[in-house]
């Protein structure tokens, strides 16, 4: 009988209990949005509302009442009853002080929090104040919809003529997607890692098992995309791609108006809530959102940062206290994206997204407002588990930053289960289970391969990688080159690789050919060891390094003016180690003739020669220090080009040896740098140059890269523009065996004079000096010394139509010429823009 009255009495408890809802929080006068209002449960659920003021509360426990609070406005408790779907606060204005926070000056008191945490940033931050840690991460990634948030009905749809309301048509969309989102998601991955760090190194992740929907193997590329950072301690976050000042960065406070909202408690004390937003709105939105920081230590405790746009992203970051070693670690962090409710531009990767609607037809009416696109939303959320904290940890090649195991992909349903921080529902099941079976219907897998390889220059077959550079080139000597090309890949074999080529010029009529092998010594430090036959044609006096791909590009606009050409016939025995992933070393030993395809005769007191043979060995590395690699299963995979970048290169020349007629020694180097600023003007820097010692044939000078004619009529001159060329130097105008040349291009941000009229401009100047020793052994070819300094400057108007501009340079300083219109180039530029 008590538990039946205890049963009667606990009805109307029930009745007007909730364990969810959702609601706005405004302005009691002006109607405005309130954003990061705190709004917390009777049951002592808590939650933020969003930038538009709006919040969704999901609780585990039922709650009959919300109370809302605000800094400066009159907290209010609001019952829910059980009709309650969506309630609309509004709040009255009033005067507060945080009696957990002590004002001690006139300014705004939350300046002052935030120059302390930036000012213990480095103990806070674990990068910096531990010496190792290591833990796992269980990371799940969703395209998916809510199944409640759509009306699952079939729509009505009615067109307005002369007045009345007439029926067109059923549209059953809304009801197959409703029907589709109840079964399964849209798309799903799942990727089990461990984190390693060592103080002075990267951190590394190691990829223990991965699993994407509709694929077998990953994407890789795709593993390496930044959704969100880390760590909130950068000078730059990154939120969905793409780099933003960060609210803490030494110089934020420039940049960031703050404002404290509320106090809460945690496991350390409590923490202080302080909304952040640009002080100036810029065409791009900037990010904006509240940072929790503990009022002992001023570490950030919990971090939130949205953009709200075309496309809403919203990024949460949640720490958990190590009380052991008094700081704050990364416990979880996630990450949505969903469509946004107003047309203000944001960036997503890198690049500017901008919405083009369709102008909207009256005549139409539909019943259903919403349609899949409104509902549908990404969400990646990572969790982290097992920490270690300054246990010993020794990271290997720590710029290969991400490590992924052979058998990532292969890995059982048992394994993901001990690692699995969130259970894989029926409807996570049935989206692996339909996607697989229509990846495999649709060849998804070979259609993701052949665009790979597209972006590096090759066509994939089933063993054979075609190299498209090689299929058609230009150039003044061999007239128009066609050939075909490729190497083996890693279904042919992982371990040992064949390459060759065949080209033909249509003017010279001379076939070119190369033909090769090599094999690999050891996985992890990249190591291969070769050899190859080569019969081609090279520029004279251009200055090559033995790591980079000299083939010619059908892009490269040079080629159709250069006229001075070698042939040579070399057998090659070569050995490539990365002695870390971003330090790459080459060794090869080089023996065959060389024969200058123009008048030229090398004459000096010991010799008398057309042709030479050259015996070589030669040493080269490419270094860049900020570069970050993956370690996959096929092969070595860059995932971020980074500046500055370094190349040098040793090459003897032995005589006598194996019949060669040359005794020298030639060192080369590049340095490549950019200095990009945060969506403003990029400056290009490139520095390069070499040296020679001893007597060297015309093949191993330096011309310095011209790019100019001085053909006539003056209009004849107007081609290309070079990438890295002087377009005002005349070809083999100069010889060096010496030589150093800096290029400078300042790259201005495009002019927005409509969507699509963007031109963009960028100022260059380049010099450069050099001289030769004994410029008489270089018969029948006429040059000038480099030794008084060369000079050009110009300016370059990119993007005026398809991709076309235009660029005009001037030759000035000790070489100007004496008529005016030989220092002018007019040049036309182009820029190959992917779209993505």
Same mark, same amino acid.
């Given at each position: 009988?008590?538990?039946?009255?205890?049963?009667?009495?606990?009805?109307?408890?029930?009745?007007?209990?909730?364990?969810?809802?959702?609601?706005?929080?405004?302005?009691?006068?002006?109607?405005?949005?309130?954003?990061?209002?705190?709004?917390?449960?009777?049951?002592?659920?808590?939650?933020?509302?969003?930038?538009?003021?709006?919040? !969704? =509360?999901?609780?585990?426990?039922?709650?009959?009442?919300?109370?809302?609070?605000?800094?400066?406005?009159?907290?209010?408790?609001?019952?829910?009853?059980?009709?309650?779907?969506?309630?609309?606060?509004?709040?009255?204005?009033?005067?507060?002080?945080?009696?957990?926070?002590?004002?001690?000056?006139?300014?705004?008191?939350?300046?002052?929090?935030?120059?302390?945490? =930036?000012?213990?940033?480095?103990?806070?931050?674990?990068?910096?104040?531990?010496?190792?840690?290591?833990?796992?991460?269980?990371?799940?990634?969703?395209?998916?919809?809510?199944?409640?948030?759509?009306?699952?009905?079939?729509?009505?749809?009615?067109?307005?003529?002369?007045?009345?309301?007439?029926?067109?048509?059923?549209?059953?969309?809304?009801?197959?997607?409703?029907?589709?989102?109840?079964?399964?998601?849209?798309?799903?991955?799942?990727? =089990?890692?461990?984190?390693?760090?060592? %103080?002075?190194?990267?951190?590394?992740?190691? $990829?223990?098992?991965?699993?994407?929907?509709?694929?077998?193997? *990953?994407?890789?590329?795709?593993?390496?995309?930044?959704?969100?950072?880390?760590?909130?301690?950068?000078?730059?976050?990154?939120?969905?791609?793409?780099?933003?000042? !960060? *609210?803490?960065?030494?110089?934020?406070?420039?940049?960031?108006?703050?404002?404290?909202?509320?106090?809460?408690?945690?496991?350390?004390?409590?923490?202080?809530?302080?909304?952040?937003?640009?002080?100036?709105?810029?065409?791009?939105?900037?990010?904006?959102?509240?940072?929790?920081?503990?009022?002992?230590?001023?570490?950030?405790?919990?971090?939130?940062?949205?953009?709200?746009?075309?496309?809403?992203?919203?990024?949460?970051?949640?720490?958990?206290?190590?009380?052991?070693?008094?700081?704050? @670690? *990364?416990?979880?962090?996630?990450?949505?994206?969903?469509?946004?409710?107003?047309?203000? !531009?944001?960036?997503?990767?890198?690049?500017?997204?901008?919405?083009?609607?369709?102008?909207?037809?009256?005549?139409?009416?539909?019943?259903?407002?919403?349609?899949?696109?409104?509902?549908?939303?990404?969400?990646? &959320?990572?969790?982290?588990?097992?920490?270690?904290?300054?246990?010993?940890?020794?990271?290997?090649?720590?710029?290969?930053?991400?490590? @992924?195991? /052979?058998?990532?992909?292969?890995?059982?349903?048992?394994?993901?289960?001990?690692?699995?921080?969130?259970?894989?529902?029926?409807?996570?099941?049935?989206?692996?289970?339909?996607?697989?079976?229509?990846?495999?219907?649709?060849?998804?897998?070979?259609?993701? !391969?052949?665009?790979?390889?597209?972006?590096?220059?090759?066509?994939?077959?089933?063993?054979?990688?075609?190299?498209?550079? %090689?299929?058609?080139?230009?150039?003044?000597?061999?007239?128009?080159?066609?050939?075909?090309?490729?190497?083996?890949?890693?279904?042919?074999?992982?371990?040992?690789?064949?390459?060759?080529?065949?080209?033909?010029?249509?003017?010279?009529?001379?076939? &070119?050919?190369?033909?090769?092998?090599?094999?690999?010594?050891?996985?992890?430090?990249?190591?291969?060891?070769?050899?190859?036959?080569?019969?081609?044609?090279?520029?004279?006096?251009?200055?090559?390094?033995?790591?980079?791909?000299?083939?010619?590009?059908?892009?490269?606009?040079?080629?159709?003016?250069?006229?001075?050409?070698?042939?040579? %016939?070399?057998?090659?025995?070569?050995?490539?180690?990365?002695?870390?992933?971003?330090?790459?070393?080459?060794?090869?030993?080089?023996?065959?003739?060389?024969?200058?395809?123009?008048?030229?005769?090398?004459?000096?007191?010991?010799?008398?020669?057309?042709?030479?043979?050259?015996?070589?060995?030669?040493?080269?590395?490419?270094?860049?220090?900020?570069?970050?690699?993956?370690?996959? *299963?096929?092969?070595?995979?860059? $995932?971020?080009?980074?500046?500055?970048?370094?190349?040098?290169?040793?090459?003897?020349?032995? &005589?006598?040896?194996?019949?060669?007629?040359?005794?020298?020694?030639?060192?080369? @180097?590049?340095?490549?740098?950019?200095?990009?600023?945060?969506?403003?003007?990029?400056?290009?820097?490139?520095?390069?140059?070499?040296?020679?010692?001893?007597?060297?044939?015309?093949?191993?000078?330096?011309?310095?890269?011209?790019?100019?004619?001085?053909?006539?009529?003056?209009?004849?001159?107007?081609?290309?523009?070079?990438?890295?060329?002087?377009?005002?130097?005349?070809?083999?105008?100069?010889?060096?065996?010496?030589?150093?040349?800096?290029?400078?291009?300042?790259?201005?941000?495009?002019?927005?004079?409509?969507?699509? @009229?963007?031109?963009?401009?960028?100022?260059?100047?380049?010099?450069?000096?050099? /001289?030769?020793?004994?410029?008489?052994?270089?018969?029948?070819?006429?040059?000038?010394?480099?030794?008084?300094?060369?000079?050009?400057?110009?300016?370059?108007?990119?993007?005026?139509?398809?991709?076309?501009?235009?660029?005009?340079?001037?030759?000035?300083?000790?070489? &100007?010429?004496?008529?005016?219109?030989?220092?002018?180039?007019?040049?036309?530029?182009?820029?190959?823009?992917?779209?993505?």
């Amino acid at each position: 009988m008590k538990n039946i009255l205890l049963v009667v009495l606990l009805i109307p408890f029930f009745a007007i209990s909730q364990t969810k809802i959702q609601g706005i929080v405004i302005d009691s006068k002006t109607g405005q949005p309130l954003p990061f209002a705190s709004v917390v449960t009777n049951t002592n659920f808590g939650t933020l509302t969003d930038l538009d003021g709006e919040f !969704n =509360i999901k609780a585990k426990n039922s709650f009959q009442e919300i109370r809302i609070s605000y800094v400066g406005y009159q907290a209010v408790t609001v019952p829910i009853s059980n009709d309650d779907k969506f309630v609309r606060i509004k709040l009255k204005a009033s005067v507060e002080n945080l009696k957990e926070v002590l004002i001690t000056a006139k300014e705004n008191p939350a300046l002052q929090i935030i120059r302390n945490t =930036i000012a213990n940033k480095s103990k806070n931050n674990i990068e910096k104040a531990l010496n190792s840690f290591k833990f796992d991460t269980y990371n799940k990634i969703l395209v998916t919809a809510n199944p409640d948030s759509i009306n699952g009905k079939i729509d009505s749809i009615f067109v307005l003529k002369n007045g009345e309301k007439k029926f067109k048509k059923i549209d059953s969309s809304n009801y197959k997607f409703k029907k589709e989102i109840d079964k399964q998601h849209l798309y799903i991955s799942e990727k =089990i890692s461990e984190f390693q760090f060592q %103080k002075g190194k990267k951190k590394k992740e190691i $990829i223990l098992a991965s699993r994407m929907a509709g694929l077998q193997q *990953p994407i890789y590329e795709l593993l390496a995309i930044t959704f969100q950072d880390f760590s909130f301690y950068n000078e730059f976050y990154t939120l969905a791609g793409t780099k933003y000042t !960060n *609210p803490i960065a030494n110089n934020a406070i420039k940049q960031y108006n703050y404002k404290i909202l509320d106090t809460v408690t945690t496991e350390n004390g409590t923490s202080i809530l302080i909304y952040f937003k640009p002080k100036i709105k810029k065409e791009v939105l900037g990010i904006e959102g509240v940072l929790y920081i503990d009022s002992q230590n001023y570490a950030i405790t919990k971090a939130i940062a949205e953009l709200k746009g075309i496309a809403n992203v919203k990024a949460t970051q949640n720490y958990r206290y190590q009380k052991k070693y008094n700081i704050w @670690f *990364p416990e979880d962090m996630n990450i949505v994206l969903k469509k946004g409710n107003n047309d203000e !531009n944001i960036s997503l990767f890198g690049g500017t997204v901008k919405f083009s609607e369709s102008k909207k037809n009256d005549s139409i009416i539909k019943t259903n407002k919403k349609n899949a696109s409104d509902i549908t939303y990404f969400i990646s &959320k990572s969790v982290n588990s097992n920490f270690e904290i300054n246990t010993p940890v020794v990271v290997k090649k720590s710029s290969s930053t991400i490590q @992924f195991n /052979d058998d990532a992909h292969k890995k059982t349903e048992e394994f993901w289960n001990i690692y699995r921080t969130d259970s894989l529902t029926l409807r996570g099941k049935n989206t692996y289970k339909t996607l697989d079976s229509l990846a495999l219907e649709d060849n998804v897998e070979k259609k993701i !391969n052949i665009a790979r390889n597209i972006l590096k220059g090759y066509y994939p077959t089933k063993y054979i990688n075609l190299d498209l550079g %090689k299929i058609i080139n230009l150039n003044n000597y061999e007239g128009l080159r066609i050939g075909f090309g490729g190497e083996t890949n890693t279904n042919f074999s992982p371990k040992f690789k064949l390459e060759s080529y065949l080209a033909y010029g249509t003017k010279d009529t001379d076939f &070119k050919y190369s033909f090769g092998g090599s094999f690999r010594l050891n996985k992890e430090t990249n190591t291969w060891f070769g050899g190859n036959y080569t019969n081609d044609i090279k520029e004279a006096a251009s200055l090559d390094f033995i790591a980079e791909n000299n083939s010619f590009s059908p892009i490269n606009p040079r080629n159709l003016n250069i006229s001075k050409f070698y042939s040579y %016939k070399t057998v090659n025995a070569f050995l490539k180690h990365d002695i870390q992933p971003n330090l790459e070393a080459k060794i090869q030993l080089s023996t065959g003739d060389y024969k200058p395809l123009f008048n030229y005769q090398y004459i000096s007191a010991t010799k008398n020669l057309s042709e030479y043979n050259l015996t070589t060995a030669s040493f080269g590395f490419q270094y860049n220090p900020k570069n970050e690699y993956m370690n996959s *299963p096929l092969g070595k995979l860059q $995932i971020k080009n980074s500046f500055p970048q370094f190349t040098f290169q040793l090459t003897k020349s032995f &005589k006598n040896l194996i019949e060669s007629d040359f005794n020298f020694t030639q060192l080369n @180097f590049r340095v490549m740098h950019q200095i990009k600023r945060l969506r403003k003007a990029t400056t290009h820097i490139l520095a390069e140059g070499g040296i020679l010692f001893g007597e060297t044939p015309i093949s191993h000078l330096y011309n310095s890269t011209p790019n100019y004619t001085f053909k006539n009529p003056w209009l004849k001159r107007v081609t290309l523009a070079g990438k890295n060329s002087f377009e005002t130097m005349g070809y083999n105008e100069f010889i060096s065996d010496r030589f150093a040349a800096i290029h400078l291009k300042h790259e201005i941000t495009s002019f927005k004079i409509s969507n699509k @009229f963007k031109p963009q401009l960028t100022l260059v100047t380049r010099a450069a000096i050099g /001289d030769i020793s004994n410029p008489t052994y270089h018969n029948g070819l006429e040059f000038k010394s480099l030794n008084k300094g060369y000079l050009e400057s110009g300016l370059e108007f990119n993007s005026l139509f398809k991709g076309f501009g235009l660029s005009a340079f001037y030759r000035y300083g000790a070489y &100007k010429n004496p008529e005016w219109s030989d220092n002018l180039a007019v040049k036309l530029t182009y820029k190959l823009r992917l779209g993505f």
